[in-house]
C-alpha cells in the first residue's frame, strides 16, 4: 500500500475535512492520530478507520496550547514509534466582521487555532521526522486568503500567515528531508452546505467562478489529493501552494 507503515497526525480529524483526510491516508495503509477538541466526534473516526481495517487513535485537545499539541505527538510515538506526515487541518473560522471590527476574542480563537496551531505542531513533529530520516507537512490554505474577501479579517490573516511560515520552514527543513506545502481547498464541507442552504443565489453566483462547475468533494477531490500529495509521488515539492479549488483561482 501507498502509505504503508507511515504515521500520520491529522488535526481537526473528527469531522469535514479533516475526517476525510484521515479515511484516506488509512485507506493507503497509514497509521492515523487524530486530534480535535470533541473526543465523541474523534472516537467514532477511529471506528470507521478500524472497520475498514486501518489503525488509529484519538487525542483529544486543542492545538491552540502547546501542552495539547505536545501531547498529541507523544502520544503518537508511544502508539506508533513515528511520525511520517502531519496535516494540519484544525482551524476555527470566522466571518461578517470588517477589519475595523475585530475583536481580541475573535483573532485570538481563529489565529490560535490556525496559525499557532500550525506552528506548535511543525516545531512538535520536526525532531521526530528528522530523526526518521525525513516527513511530510500539509497545512491548509486558503484562497479566500488570497483574494483578501471582505469581511474574513481574522481568517485571512491566518492563512496567509500560515503560507508564509511554509515557505520558511522549506527552505530551513529541506536539508532534513522534510517537505512542507500548502493546499487551498475548496470543497463542499458543512459550512459550504450552511452557506448554500441560507444563500442559494449568492452560492450559485460563487459557482459560475469555478470552471470545473462545483465545489469539490472532501473525499474524492481534497483528501486523495492530499494522500498524493504526502506520498513519494511528489518527493521533490516542498514550499508551493497547490490550489485545490476547480480552477476558481488561476495563477500565470
Known sequence: MQLAEKTAIVTGGGQGLGRAIALALAERGARIVINGRTKSKLDAVVGEIESRGGRAVAIAGNVARREDVNATVSAA?????????????????????????????????????GARGTLYSMQACHPIMKQGGG?????????????????????VMTKEAIRGLTRVAAREWGRDNIRVNVICPAALTESAEDFRDAHPKAYKAMLKTVPLGKLGDPGEDIA????????????????ATLMLDGGRLLFP
Open 135 to 155: 516527513g511530510c507537512i500539509v497545512n491548509m490554505g486558503s484562497s479566500t486568503a488570497i483574494t483578501g474577501d471582505p469581511t474574513f479579517g481574522a481568517y
Open 77 to 113: 510515538v508511544d502508539a506508533f514509534g513515528s511520525i511520517d506526515i502531519l496535516v494540519n487541518n484544525a482551524q476555527t473560522t470566522s466571518g461578517g466582521q470588517k477589519v475595523i471590527g475585530i475583536d481580541d476574542e475573535t483573532f485570538e480563537a481563529v489565529f490560535g487555532s
Open 224 to 239: 486523495n489529493a492530499v494522500a498524493a500529495l504526502v506520498s513519494d509521488d511528489f518527493q521533490y515539492l516542498t514550499g
